[in-house]
Nanobody, 120 residues
Framework: QVQLVESGGGLVQAGGSLRLSCAASGRTFSSYAMGWFRQAPGKEREFVAAISGSSGNTYYADSVKGRFTISRNNAKNTVYLQMNSLKPEDTAVYYC?????????????WGQGTQVTVSS
């Protein structure tokens, strides 16, 4: 099973930017679909963005499309989430996910999460 460690969260003002990183263990990182999810207080965990393992196709939630960019560096076993034009409603704990495919992410591996707080 893949082990994931997120970093890069913090406190930022609305309109600002943050870049989250997720370092993965294992020798087969490039074959995994990677994703970011988030969970705000009192809400369910929701999908944010994903990138496939083979083609590198990317997918985004409508709420972040045009503001967030997911990317991966297979040589470093790392996936990133560049977050621009942040809004207070982006405040949440952000979780990294690794799965055999994007369709099976709900059953994949999860990191411990990193807090992102956007002040108004």
């Amino acid at each position: 099973q893949v082990q994931l460690v997120e970093s890069g969260g913090g406190l930022v003002q609305a309109g600002g930017s943050l870049r989250l990183s997720c370092a993965a263990s294992g020798r087969t990182f490039s074959s995994y679909a990677m994703g970011w999810f988030r969970q705000a207080p009192g809400k369910e965990r929701e999908f944010v963005a994903a990138i496939s393992g083979s083609s590198g196709n990317t997918y985004y939630a409508d709420s972040v499309k045009g503001r967030f960019t997911i990317s991966r560096n297979n040589a470093k076993n790392t996936v990133y989430l560049q977050m621009n034009s942040l809004k207070p409603e982006d405040t949440a704990v952000y979780y990294c996910n690794a799965a055999k495919s994007i369709a099976t992410m709900s059953g994949g591996s999860w990191g411990q999460g990193t807090q992102v707080t956007v002040s108004s």
